[in-house]
């Protein structure tokens, strides 16, 4: 152990940091089981939606236009021929 690791001991305060479980984060598209294990200071972590289900990640992303934003978008600043 070095002079360093030593003081850097004598420095952290006790009870400071939380206590780290492993934390089980489930979603909705997997009730049956969890999507994944971290770590966490709580033992269950409910979201959802997860890179599992997520529309980016899976592939299904769809934009949506209700006001043609889109349209104007492209108007304004699409290919261009002549310059």
């Known amino acids: 152990m070095s002079d360093r690791d ?3 001991s004598q420095l952290m305060k006790a009870e400071t940091h ?4 492993a934390c089980e984060v ?3 598209c997997t009730p049956d089981r ?3 294990t971290i ?5 269950k972590l409910t979201v959802d939606i997860c890179s599992n289900c997520h529309p980016f990640f899976t592939g299904q992303q769809k934009l949506v236009d209700s006001a043609g934003r889109v349209e104007k978008f492209l108007r304004k600043y ?6």
Not at 18 to 21: A, G, L, Q
């Open 6 to 8: 030593s003081l850097g």
């Open 18 to 21: 939380p206590n780290y479980v």
């Open 26 to 28: 489930w979603c909705a």
């Open 34 to 36: 969890p999507v994944t």
């Open 39 to 43: 770590l966490s200071n709580v033992p």
């Open 78 to 83: 699409g290919k261009q021929e002549g310059k």
